[in-house]
Structures are given as structure tokens and as C-alpha cells.
């Protein structure tokens, strides 16, 4: 039996290196103080973690590795030391999974990065540094001065490799300076040529949602009193001054997607929609009322600033477009939007007459190009603003972005590997025609993603949505029609994404960015480190086995910011070899090979309107034309072999209001076979089951979305349903004992940027 480290009174007495300060009362008794690092108080009589004031959620044993790590810091502390303080030496316990554990939830709670740390660094085969500058925070209130841990002979504290975070404490608060380094940003020349530091600014946690309950939206009101938010439990107003927190009722089954507010501060404009369905628009208001139907397609609504008119997105994916309705919700029309467009937040100049946005393009199988635009609302006339050359990989395309009141356009940007799961807020000066006045300037530089922005009236409060996103490896046992539990193997903190097992079923194959590119790794289900199988300077992605299961085959990409150039489809021996180029071409999307005895191999290229599969032998190159889909968006297209080789199975992702079905392909025959998936809005990926007579699907939606069994009739069964996760697809063992999910998350919560 696994025992607790002890009860939360006994944590101030574990700290034997702190430097002992003297009560003031003159007693003489020797009590540790608080410890300050950064934005961070560790209370270590009361035992809690606090950010800028607020109580951050952490668990027994990240506590205690957070305390013994204070103890030392930018000294190595050693994972046998934390062995001996986290557990006793009778106790029977994984301890190297555990202890990776607790290091995972201790990195999520200060919203740190194991790749890119800013507090906790890992040593290579040793242990822990703790990086940041610690001091003793007086508890009494009288402002004394605060001691720095180290001693005067230690060695200087290190500094995060990619940005520095400076803390200036003071009597009265800890002021936040954020200072803004070239980092090869994902913008075109304003961000290349030179960016200029923010000036301080205070920068505040106004929620503090767990992980399994992230902040959907949020949007402070123009008059900078309230913030509007939504959660897994509702939808509510908060009172930033006081935190004074009510629930705003809204129309029963519906959930609260963005929100835009009124310039009188006392009602707003939501999203709201059920899970699958497309957004309607809602006036809602914010103290007391029934919400009022606007539009029946509407999302990411847009409220002019004299109230009068209402931009909003319509359309699904990579159909999206740009509309404008009046306040009351007559005279709809659109601005902007053609195929293949995917729209962000949108944005009103001051003056009523421009409205900004980012749009994005999908350039090939992976990548995105994208700008921020502006349309002018009397004339329809579209200017560019700034180039985006990639907008991140497996990214959301909807980078969120305000326009306040004194001119200055507010947008988020994706870092620079290896922090390519972090966006940051910049600014940047518009004249009153929408032009540039100067250089951009970073305002934040926080791990996590901006999720939204929104501005109160004079510009000076920005409220921002940001979270972390936790793409990983989960693995099940499927046991009869059901599976057990999933459970996540990835223990990092990076994008990790299943596409094949090792023959014998015990390993997974899959994708991961942990070094900053995507490489392939392998591993085990009962380890918790994977190993790397093949990696280099460019992005490897869909490793797949030969149908014999001795070749690794995996397609080379262009980095993500370079040119399109061609894509190479290579084979290395899975047993370990050099690597060898089976063939290469542009635009190749995917491949997947059948299992012995069958030996089929499929690729898949995407040009102008046309989605084509060619066979290929891993060992002697390209084959011929197998089938080809007509479409003008082949983008939207998902297909699988089946491990017999005999069937192709072929789905169009959501795109319309109309069943979702799968085109079955007879590779034997000219028969070929629809099934109507009934009762679901649409699929979003398609995966054999290693016996070939099922599918597997994830259903469209967000978080709890649903993992389906499909059968070659076109019965849907859910067979697991994540509720604050999302499920993407499974890939089964070739033995059919396993499957290997690719599941996401996000924790996420509210912040406020004030300027001066």
C-alpha cells in the first residue's frame, strides 16, 4: 500500500537549507518564510502554491518536489533524492513513471515547458535544476526586504535559453516585465526586420479553472468591469475589481462559444450550439433576461463599437466566410470568403468602418498560409496587413485578434520551434487608414496559446484566453466490443501522435515535436520514455510499417516555414539501418500499407481539385493510379486500406449540414458500397480494425466527442467517450488485442493585460 508523504501542517518543517529569518516580534523563534520566484508564492505553512495572489491547484507530491527543488536553487537535486523524500524506502511504487508524473502536473502548474523551461530544468540522466531566482517573501505585511536562497559562493542562477523573465519585487506588488526577443517569428518582414520590448505592464489571472475544466471563452466588457466566461459548468459574469461572480441563464442544452459585448456593457452577443451542430447567434443579457435569437449560422461574433452592427463568421470548415448584419439581425450580407478560406476572430476599427481578420489557406496536405486582412465595410475592398508564412503545425487556424480604441491592432503569434505549442500577444500601431505607424511590439511571453483577445473600451484592459494543449498517446485493451480505459503513455509535454505498432503489438510508433521537429519514436506500453527511431532537421510524419513489418516507411516534409518543395517517402529497416528513398513528389498527403500476406502500398497526392492514390512497393518506388476523388477541396478528405488489402475506405470531413458518409472501394472488383452514418454529424478520421470488417471513427465536436466502431453496414456504436478530452482516431495492433489513441486536452483559463 502506497501511504502519503504526511499531512499539509508538517510541509514548513521539511526545508533543513532555508536560510532561517527571525520573527520580528523578537522571540527568537526561527519560522521560514514564503518563497517568492517569479510570479509564484510557495506558502509552506499553509501549503499552497499561489500565482499573482490567486491559489494554483497542486497535488501532495508535486508540492514536495516543488519544495525540495526551492531548497537548492540552480543546484542539481538528484531523482534519488526526490525518491527518498516522495516515498519511503518500504514503500512499493513506479517510481520512475510517478516521479515523471509529478514533474508533469508541478510543469503544468506553473505553466512551464520541459523543452523550453523557465523554473524546471531536467539534467540528462540525473535530476532536477530549479532555474528562477528564488527569495524569501516576508508574510507579516511590513514590506521588509526579501534574502536570495543562494549563498554568496553559489553559482550564478540560470536563465531560461530562449527569453528572459526579470522580477522586480517590491512592498506594495510584484511587477511583471516582459521583454520581447527576436525569435525568427512566424510574420513576415515587420517581425523579421526588428521588434520592439513592451513597456511594463501588469499582467493578472482572472480565473483559475482546473485542468478538467477549462475557460471556453472570454471577453472583458467595453467599460472594463466585467469579464463574461464560460466553463464546463456554464456560462458567467465576474466582477473583475471584486471577483463577485453570478451565473447568466441561457436557452436550456446550449453551450456558450464566443462572446462579443454591447457598448452600453449590459448585454452581448454568444455563440451558442449543442455538440456537432453549427453556432447560432444570441443577444444575451448579461444582468437578468431572456437571450434572443439573431442568425442560425453564426460564430466569432463581432459587435461595431457604436453598437449598430454585427460582423460574424458563417460556414464549416475551409468554407468559411465573412458576414454583417445589423444589431436587430436584419439586412444579412457577406464581406468576404471563398473556398478553401478559414477565418479567425474578427476585429472593428474605431471608427465602424474596417473589419479586421485572420484568414488561412491550406497550402498542402499540413501547412497553412495565412494573413491578417482588413475589409472596409462601405466598399467591400479587401487590404492586406500582415503576412503569416505558416501558422503552426496541427495548429488551430483561428488566431484571435481586437482592434482597440486608440489604434493598435492586439493579435496572438505562434513562437519559433521549439516552443511551437506557445502563442504570445503582440501589438502594433494602425493610422486611421489602417496602415502601420511602426514597428510591432511583443506584450506577453508566456507558455501556453492564445485562445482569445478582447479589449475594453479605452484599449487599456485586454482580457486574453490562454491555454495549453496536450496532444498524447493513449493506449486500451479492447476486451470483446468494448476497450478498457485509456490510458496516456506520452508523458511530455509536446504534440504526440500514434500511427502504427511494432509487429509483435507491444510498442507504439508515433510522431512527437519534444526536440522542436517531428521525428519518429517508438514506444513500449509498460514504459513511460519513448525511443527516438528516426529523426532529422525536417518533420517526419505518417510512419507506417511494410506489410511485413521489417521496413519503417515515413514521408520527409519541407520545414514548416520553408517553400514548397518536394516530399520524399523513405524506408528504413524497422531493426535499425540507414535510411533510403523510396520515391518523392509534391503534395504527398499520406500512405499506409495492407499486412502480410497481402502486400499493397498506398500514397496519396493533393493537387488543384483532385484527391489521387497510387500503389507503390516500398522497395522499388511508384506504381499506378488506384483511384482518384474529384473535389475542390481534397483537403477535406480522410481514407484508409484495409489490412487485407482488398477495400479502401474513403470519408469527406464535415462540410455542410448533410450525413456523413463512407465511400467503401473494392480494389478486387469495380464494386463499390456508401455507407450513411446515421445519426452523427460527421467523422473525422477513418481507421481499420485489424480484422478489416469495422472501422474506427472519432465523431466531430470538441472535447467529449466520441470514438466509434462502425461496421461494414454503416452501424455506429460509441465505444468511449472522452468528456473533458477529444479523441482524433485509433490505430489498432496488428493482432488486434490494442488500440493507440490519439487524444487532446487543454487546460485553460482567463488573464488580463493592463497598460498604462
Given at each position: 500500500?502506497?501511504?502519503?508523504?504526511?499531512?499539509?501542517?508538517?510541509?514548513?518543517?521539511?526545508?533543513?537549507?532555508?536560510?532561517?529569518?527571525?520573527?520580528?516580534?523578537?522571540?527568537?523563534?526561527?519560522?521560514?518564510?514564503?518563497?517568492r520566484?517569479?510570479?509564484?508564492?510557495?506558502?509552506?505553512?499553509?501549503?499552497?502554491?499561489?500565482?499573482?495572489?490567486?491559489r494554483?491547484r497542486?497535488?501532495e507530491?508535486?508540492f514536495?518536489?516543488?519544495?525540495?527543488?526551492?531548497?537548492?536553487?540552480g543546484?542539481?537535486?538528484?531523482r534519488?533524492?526526490?525518491?527518498?523524500?516522495?516515498?519511503?524506502?518500504d514503500?512499493?511504487?513506479?517510481?520512475?513513471?510517478?516521479?515523471?508524473a509529478?514533474?508533469?502536473?508541478?510543469?503544468?502548474?506553473?505553466?512551464?515547458?520541459?523543452?523550453?523551461?523557465?523554473?524546471?530544468?531536467?539534467v540528462?540522466?540525473?535530476?532536477?535544476?530549479?532555474l528562477?531566482?528564488v527569495s524569501?517573501?516576508?508574510?507579516?505585511?511590513?514590506?521588509?526586504?526579501?534574502?536570495?536562497l543562494?549563498?554568496?559562493?553559489?553559482?550564478p542562477?540560470?536563465?531560461?535559453?530562449?527569453?528572459?523573465?526579470w522580477?522586480?519585487?517590491s512592498?506594495?506588488a510584484?511587477?511583471l516585465?516582459l521583454?520581447?526577443?527576436?525569435?525568427?517569428?512566424?510574420?513576415?518582414?515587420h517581425?523579421s526586420?526588428?521588434?520592439?520590448?513592451?513597456?511594463?505592464?501588469?499582467i493578472?489571472r482572472?480565473?483559475a479553472?482546473?485542468?478538467?475544466?477549462?475557460?471556453?471563452?472570454a471577453a472583458?466588457?467595453?467599460d472594463?468591469r466585467?469579464?463574461?466566461?464560460?466553463?464546463?459548468?456554464?456560462?458567467?459574469?465576474?466582477?473583475i475589481?471584486?471577483?463577485?461572480?453570478?451565473?447568466?441563464?441561457?436557452?436550456?442544452?446550449?453551450?456558450a462559444?464566443k462572446?462579443?459585448?454591447?457598448p452600453?456593457?449590459?448585454?452581448?452577443?454568444?455563440?451558442l450550439?449543442r455538440?456537432?451542430?453549427?453556432?447560432?447567434?444570441?443577444?444575451?443579457?448579461a444582468?437578468?433576461?431572456?437571450?434572443?435569437?439573431?442568425?442560425?449560422?453564426g460564430?466569432?461574433p463581432?459587435v461595431?463599437?457604436?453598437?449598430?452592427?454585427?460582423a460574424?463568421?458563417?460556414g464549416?470548415?475551409?468554407?468559411?466566410q465573412?458576414?454583417?448584419?445589423?444589431?436587430?439581425?436584419?439586412?444579412?450580407r457577406?464581406?468576404?470568403?471563398?473556398?478553401?478560406?478559414?477565418?479567425?476572430?474578427?476585429?472593428w476599427?474605431a471608427?465602424?468602418?474596417r473589419?479586421?481578420?485572420?484568414?488561412g489557406?491550406?497550402?498542402?496536405?499540413?501547412?497553412?498560409?495565412?494573413a491578417?486582412?482588413?475589409?472596409?465595410?462601405?466598399?467591400?475592398?479587401?487590404?492586406?496587413?500582415?503576412?503569416?508564412?505558416?501558422?503552426?503545425w496541427?495548429?488551430?487556424?483561428?488566431?484571435?485578434?481586437?482592434?482597440?480604441s486608440?489604434?493598435?491592432?492586439?493579435?496572438?503569434?505562434?513562437?519559433?520551434?521549439?516552443?511551437?505549442?506557445?502563442s504570445?500577444?503582440?501589438?502594433?500601431?494602425?493610422?486611421?487608414?489602417?496602415?502601420?505607424?511602426?514597428d510591432?511590439?511583443?506584450?506577453?511571453?508566456?507558455?501556453g496559446?492564445?485562445?482569445?483577445?478582447?479589449?475594453?473600451?479605452d484599449?487599456?484592459?485586454?482580457?486574453?484566453?490562454?491555454?495549453?494543449?496536450?496532444?498524447d498517446?493513449?493506449v486500451?485493451?479492447l476486451?470483446?466490443?468494448?476497450?478498457?480505459?485509456?490510458?496516456?503513455i506520452?508523458?511530455?509535454?509536446?504534440?504526440d501522435?500514434?500511427?502504427?505498432?511494432?509487429?509483435?503489438g507491444k510498442?507504439?510508433?508515433?510522431i512527437?515535436?519534444?526536440?522542436g521537429?517531428?521525428?519518429?519514436?517508438?514506444?513500449?506500453?509498460d514504459?513511460a520514455?519513448?525511443?527516438?527511431?528516426?529523426g532529422?532537421s525536417?518533420?517526419?510524419?505518417?510512419?507506417?510499417?511494410?506489410?511485413?513489418g521489417?521496413?519503417?516507411l515515413y514521408?520527409?516534409?519541407?520545414?514548416?516555414?520553408?517553400s514548397?518543395?518536394?516530399?520524399?517517402l523513405?524506408?528504413?529497416?524497422l531493426?535499425?539501418?540507414?535510411?533510403?528513398?523510396?520515391l518523392?513528389?509534391?503534395?504527398i498527403?499520406?500512405?499506409?500499407?495492407?499486412?502480410?500476406?497481402?502486400?499493397?502500398?498506398?500514397?496519396?497526392?493533393?493537387?488543384?481539385?483532385?484527391?489521387?492514390?497510387?500503389?507503390?512497393?516500398?522497395?522499388k518506388?511508384?506504381?499506378a493510379?488506384?483511384?482518384?476523388?474529384?473535389?475542390?477541396?481534397p483537403?477535406?478528405?480522410?481514407?484508409s486500406l484495409?489490412?487485407?488489402?482488398t477495400?479502401l475506405?474513403?470519408?469527406?470531413?464535415?462540410?455542410?449540414g448533410?450525413?456523413?458518409?463512407?465511400?467503401?472501394?473494392?480494389?478486387?472488383?469495380?464494386?463499390?458500397?456508401?455507407?450513411?452514418?446515421?445519426?452523427?454529424?460527421?467523422?473525422?478520421?477513418?481507421?481499420?480494425?485489424?480484422?478489416?470488417?469495422?472501422?474506427?471513427?472519432?465523431?466531430v465536436?470538441d472535447?467529449?466527442?466520441a470514438?466509434l466502431?462502425?461496421?461494414?453496414?454503416?452501424n455506429?456504436?460509441?465505444?468511449?467517450?472522452?468528456?473533458?478530452?477529444?479523441?482524433?482516431w485509433?490505430?489498432?495492433?496488428?493482432?488486434?488485442?490494442?488500440?493507440?489513441?490519439?487524444?487532446?486536452?487543454?487546460?485553460?483559463n482567463?488573464?488580463?493585460?493592463?497598460?498604462?
Amino acid at each position: 500500500m502506497i501511504t502519503g508523504i504526511g499531512d499539509m501542517e508538517n510541509r514548513a518543517h521539511r526545508l533543513p537549507n532555508l536560510e532561517a529569518v527571525r520573527n520580528r516580534n523578537g522571540s527568537g523563534v526561527e519560522t521560514p518564510r514564503a518563497l517568492r520566484f517569479g510570479v509564484f508564492e510557495l506558502d509552506l505553512h499553509a501549503g499552497e502554491l499561489r500565482r499573482n495572489g490567486m491559489r494554483v491547484r497542486l497535488q501532495e507530491q508535486p508540492f514536495q518536489v516543488l519544495t525540495q527543488l526551492l531548497e537548492s536553487p540552480g543546484h542539481v537535486v538528484t531523482r534519488e533524492e526526490l525518491r527518498g523524500r516522495l516515498w519511503p524506502a518500504d514503500t512499493f511504487v513506479d517510481f520512475d513513471h510517478s516521479l515523471n508524473a509529478a514533474i508533469r502536473r508541478l510543469r503544468d502548474a506553473l505553466g512551464d515547458s520541459a523543452e523550453n523551461p523557465t523554473f524546471v530544468e531536467t539534467v540528462a540522466r540525473r535530476g532536477y535544476r530549479f532555474l528562477a531566482p528564488v527569495s524569501l517573501a516576508p508574510t507579516n505585511g511590513n514590506g521588509g526586504i526579501a534574502f536570495p536562497l543562494a549563498s554568496a559562493d553559489s553559482p550564478p542562477l540560470p536563465v531560461s535559453r530562449f527569453h528572459a523573465l526579470w522580477i522586480v519585487a517590491s512592498a506594495a506588488a510584484v511587477a511583471l516585465v516582459l521583454i520581447g526577443l527576436k525569435l525568427g517569428l512566424l510574420l513576415g518582414q515587420h517581425h523579421s526586420a526588428s521588434s520592439s520590448s513592451a513597456a511594463p505592464v501588469r499582467i493578472s489571472r482572472l480565473t483559475a479553472n482546473p485542468a478538467d475544466d477549462p475557460v471556453r471563452t472570454a471577453a472583458v466588457s467595453r467599460d472594463g468591469r466585467y469579464l463574461a466566461f464560460s466553463d464546463e459548468t456554464g456560462f458567467y459574469l465576474r466582477q473583475i475589481e471584486t471577483g463577485e461572480t453570478h451565473a447568466i441563464r441561457l436557452p436550456p442544452g446550449l453551450m456558450a462559444g464566443k462572446a462579443s459585448w454591447f457598448p452600453d456593457s449590459a448585454h452581448l452577443v454568444l455563440a451558442l450550439t449543442r455538440r456537432g451542430q453549427t453556432p447560432s447567434l444570441w443577444e444575451v443579457p448579461a444582468l437578468g433576461g431572456e437571450a434572443r435569437k439573431l442568425s442560425d449560422d453564426g460564430n466569432s461574433p463581432a459587435v461595431s463599437p457604436d453598437g449598430k452592427q454585427i460582423a460574424f463568421i458563417t460556414g464549416n470548415r475551409m468554407r468559411n466566410q465573412v458576414w454583417l448584419m445589423a444589431a436587430n439581425a436584419e439586412q444579412p450580407r457577406k464581406l468576404v470568403g471563398e473556398d478553401g478560406d478559414v477565418f479567425g476572430a474578427l476585429a472593428w476599427s474605431a471608427d465602424g468602418a474596417r473589419i479586421a481578420y485572420t484568414r488561412g489557406r491550406v497550402s498542402y496536405s499540413f501547412g497553412v498560409k495565412g494573413a491578417i486582412e482588413f475589409v472596409d465595410t462601405r466598399n467591400l475592398q479587401v487590404s492586406p496587413l500582415l503576412d503569416v508564412n505558416r501558422m503552426g503545425w496541427f495548429r488551430s487556424l483561428d488566431g484571435p485578434l481586437t482592434w482597440s480604441s486608440d489604434g493598435r491592432l492586439i493579435y496572438s503569434l505562434v513562437e519559433a520551434p521549439p516552443r511551437q505549442l506557445d502563442s504570445n500577444l503582440w501589438s502594433l500601431a494602425l493610422d486611421p487608414g489602417g496602415h502601420p505607424t511602426g514597428d510591432p511590439v511583443r506584450l506577453t511571453s508566456d507558455p501556453g496559446a492564445v485562445q482569445d483577445i478582447s479589449t475594453s473600451g479605452d484599449g487599456k484592459r485586454i482580457a486574453y484566453l490562454k491555454g495549453v494543449p496536450q496532444p498524447d498517446v493513449y493506449v486500451a485493451r479492447l476486451e470483446g466490443q468494448n476497450i478498457s480505459e485509456p490510458v496516456r503513455i506520452t508523458l511530455d509535454d509536446r504534440q504526440d501522435l500514434p500511427y502504427d505498432w511494432t509487429p509483435d503489438g507491444k510498442a507504439v510508433l508515433f510522431i512527437s515535436d519534444r526536440t522542436g521537429m517531428f521525428n519518429v519514436y517508438r514506444q513500449a506500453v509498460d514504459q513511460a520514455v519513448p525511443d527516438l527511431v528516426a529523426g532529422g532537421s525536417h518533420p517526419y510524419l505518417a510512419p507506417r510499417l511494410s506489410p511485413d513489418g521489417t521496413q519503417l516507411l515515413y514521408l520527409v516534409y519541407p520545414n514548416w516555414t520553408d517553400s514548397i518543395s518536394s516530399i520524399s517517402l523513405m524506408r528504413m529497416p524497422l531493426a535499425g539501418g540507414a535510411p533510403q528513398e523510396v520515391l518523392e513528389g509534391k503534395w504527398i498527403s499520406n500512405q499506409q500499407c495492407a499486412r502480410a500476406p497481402a502486400t499493397l502500398c498506398l500514397y496519396s497526392i493533393e493537387t488543384e481539385g483532385k484527391l489521387t492514390l497510387l500503389s507503390f512497393d516500398p522497395m522499388k518506388g511508384t506504381g499506378a493510379q488506384v483511384y482518384q476523388v474529384q473535389d475542390t477541396l481534397p483537403q477535406l478528405y480522410n481514407w484508409s486500406l484495409s489490412p487485407d488489402g482488398t477495400t479502401l475506405a474513403i470519408a469527406k470531413g464535415k462540410d455542410g449540414g448533410e450525413e456523413p458518409r463512407i465511400h467503401l472501394v473494392s480494389l478486387n472488383s469495380a464494386r463499390e458500397k456508401w455507407l450513411s452514418i446515421r445519426g452523427w454529424t460527421g467523422v473525422g478520421s477513418l481507421d481499420w480494425a485489424a480484422d478489416s470488417k469495422s472501422l474506427w471513427a472519432s465523431s466531430v465536436g470538441d472535447e467529449g466527442n466520441a470514438l466509434l466502431n462502425i461496421d461494414l453496414r454503416g452501424n455506429a456504436r460509441v465505444v468511449w467517450r472522452p468528456r473533458t478530452r477529444s479523441v482524433y482516431w485509433a490505430i489498432p495492433s496488428r493482432d488486434g488485442r490494442r488500440l493507440a489513441l490519439h487524444v487532446g486536452s487543454t487546460s485553460a483559463n482567463a488573464w488580463m493585460l493592463e497598460r498604462p
